[in-house]
């Protein structure tokens, strides 16, 4: 099949996410090596998201795919109920790279798996109902899960789960600058215990949060937010419960993006990098006193594809390239490169309003005048962004563009001048912004 072929037949016979399916336009990509995907018509694009933040150590890496082909000899698959040798080697290396007594591991077959799994395991431990989330938040597609998300795809999937109260972020949509993280911080959490009061302390199992805010805007908690937060649950014995299926597994430059709050959390999601995606795999992390809660009290859930051995093979692969390798250091490392290139960018280009990154996880927001307005409204659009989006696509830069901004999240593999080759087709496509510029 030639290139149209195959994307006339996926859209006829499968369903695309997020979108009606007369309207995407599929990429036809062949195959995919380190930090590069490849078309059926020989293109070259730089992978500047990692997909969907999730192909960590890059495309194909060869040590990884020698150890699935070896994994394909041994035990394919057993029911949960099952001791596999992957599964106790894998989950005790788990164990000791998890900060504090995070040391007991329910696997499943992604994020909002794990996120489900972590409100069922959150309201049978405490024996309480609400769980708190933010608005700015996105914690999967799954209908509990659904209703955490603050999201606008959250509208067209009410009601959902009852229960949930959503607050604001430390960060607005519309935020202005100025601030201090201090003042922004205490704003807050002034805010959000005056919520918790309202709602009744006794009635909430939980609150779930991104540790760093990942597709609606990578919003980096500022100083003392993690701290103050953890102090102000625990006053009231509400579990903390950090998301880090986006921002965690080195994306940040740490192994998880709590370590950068000093602070360890209740419970702990991962997913994506957790296999770097080339197979499916979640897991929920819990401190001791909940796991220990659950070897004396049933939990009430179950999956056919719990602790799937072929699946921790490649888990267990993919961390060790990633450890061996110094993927979290190079993370870390061009941190400085990407915070250099953005400030570059916005000294040079009028519509760039700010770009904010952690390690390797980063976005540019563009603005429409020098008051900083945002270039397109909450959930909406602007003809700018949509060229934007044609231009990286025409250029070989793949990456995601919603509303105002793009995202920059590269495999934690890059090297720096693959960084600045991403930057430097960013540099151009800007020439379109700088264009709807207002002054």
């Known amino acids: 099949m030639n290139s ?94 998890t900060p504090g007594d995070i040391n007991t591991f329910y696997y499943t077959l992604g994020g909002a798996e794990a996120n489900e799994s972590a409100i069922r395991a ?153 296999t770097s995606s080339y197979v499916p795999l979640g897991a929920l992390g819990m401190r001791d006193p909940i796991a220990e809660h659950f070897r004396k009290n049933v939990y009430w859930g179950g999956l056919t594809y719990n602790s799937h051995p072929f699946c921790l093979e490649v888990a267990e692969a993919v961390m060790d390239v990633m450890l061996e390798e110094g993927m979290i250091e190079n993370a870390a490392r061009l941190e400085h490169v990407v915070k250099k290139e953005m400030a570059r960018l916005k000294q040079k280009h009028p519509s760039v309003r700010e770009g904010r990154c952690i390690g390797l996880f980063g976005i540019i927001e563009t603005q429409k005048n020098a008051k900083g307005d945002l270039l397109a409204p909450y959930n909406q659009s602007h003809p700018a962004m949509d060229k934007l989006a044609k231009f990286f696509k025409d250029e070989g830069l793949f990456t995601f563009v919603r509303w105002s901004a793009f995202m920059c999240n590269p495999p934690l593999c890059i090297t720096e001048e693959q960084l600045l080759e991403g930057f430097e087709i960013i540099d151009r496509g800007l020439a379109i912004t700088d264009e709807a510029f207002e002054g």
């Open 4 to 97: 149209q072929e195959i994307v006339e037949l996926c859209k006829k016979h499968t369903m695309y996410t997020w979108s009606a399916g007369d309207a995407v336009s599929p990429l036809p990509i062949e195959r995919a090596e380190g930090v590069y995907l490849y078309t059926f018509d020989g293109q070259r694009i730089l992978d500047f998201n990692s997909q969907l933040m999730s192909v960590l150590i890059g495309h194909s890496h060869p040590k990884v795919i020698e150890r699935m082909k070896k994994a394909l000899d041994g035990l394919i698959y057993v029911y949960p109920q099952t001791a596999t040798a992957v599964r106790a080697r894998f989950s005790k290396k788990l164990a000791e790279l």
């Open 122 to 274: 959150a309201k049978l431990y405490t024996g309480r109902e609400k769980i708190l989330s933010r608005y700015r938040s996105y914690h999967g597609g799954t209908n509990a899960t659904m209703q955490l998300t603050g999201d606008p795809r959250r509208w067209a999937n009410e009601p959902g789960m009852p229960g949930v109260v959503r607050v604001m972020d430390p960060w607005p949509y519309s935020y202005s600058f100025g601030k201090t993280d201090e003042e922004i911080t205490a704003n807050n959490l002034t805010y959000l215990e005056e919520v918790i009061q309202y709602e009744g302390p006794h009635t909430i199992a939980a609150m779930f949060l991104e540790t760093v805010t990942g597709t609606n805007g990578i919003l980096i908690p500022p100083k003392g937010y993690l701290k103050g937060l953890r102090a102000l649950l625990d006053k009231y014995g509400i579990l903390m419960v950090c998301d880090e299926v986006m921002a965690g597994m080195g994306r940040t430059g740490k192994l998880y993006a709590f370590e950068h709050g000093d602070i360890v959390p209740d419970m702990v999601t991962m997913a994506k990098g957790l």
